[in-house]
């Protein structure tokens, strides 16, 4: 990992910023109010478990591969968070309320991720095969995200129908990465052919990759179906 540029892991810490600053934005805008803290409480959790990831990671628990899967296993966690916030009333009603424009645009982010990818992919740190070079389409997502957000969620043009199928689309997209970055990593995979292994997302900082932006991303798609299908009424924008 220390072939990678510094350049790299700058512009994926600036992507994770980003992502916060989205998810603290549509926090706040779903709970107005000056005395709301819900906003910085999310994000004060969030951090703290990038803080927890961080720590593991240079004390190298993902880079043990002996025994279970640890890294799969923290991606399990966060998942399990998500699925609690659809179950309980009070986080449900708070999703209902998140603004979808913003659960579009942040899906922008998803345009710097893949550059990355392929830097580590140029680097060896991962395989070419997960980049836009290779089987990963990802990038397409991320490009149509702001189309999306003004022609289909917009406050002046609304297609309810093509939002679905924009968040159904870009979510298979996300689900097809997500799979072949599984396959890849060094407990079922074994480099042959001069492909590498998945080996870039056992290393700060782009253990955040699984841990926050993938199931972020894949919250926000969660949530803008759940808002395009389930809320009769004028959208939140």
Known sequence: MEDIPSYVAATFIAIVIAVLGFLYYAISAATPGKKSITPSLVITLIVGWIFFICVQTFNGYFTNLSGFPRLPLMV?????AIAILFV???TRAILMEMPITTLHYIHIVRVPVEMVLWWLAVSRAIPMDMTFEGSNLDIISGISAPFAAVFMVGA???SRIGAIIWNVIAL??????VNMAVGYMPYYYTPTGGQSANLGVFYFPYVLLPTVIVPTIFFSHLVSLYQLIFKKDQ???
């Open 76 to 80: 399990c966690f966060t998942l399990a």
């Open 88 to 90: 309980w009333p009070r």
């Open 156 to 158: 002046q043009s609304k």
């Open 172 to 177: 298979a997209l996300l689900i097809n990465i």
């Open 235 to 237: 959208l939140q924008f």
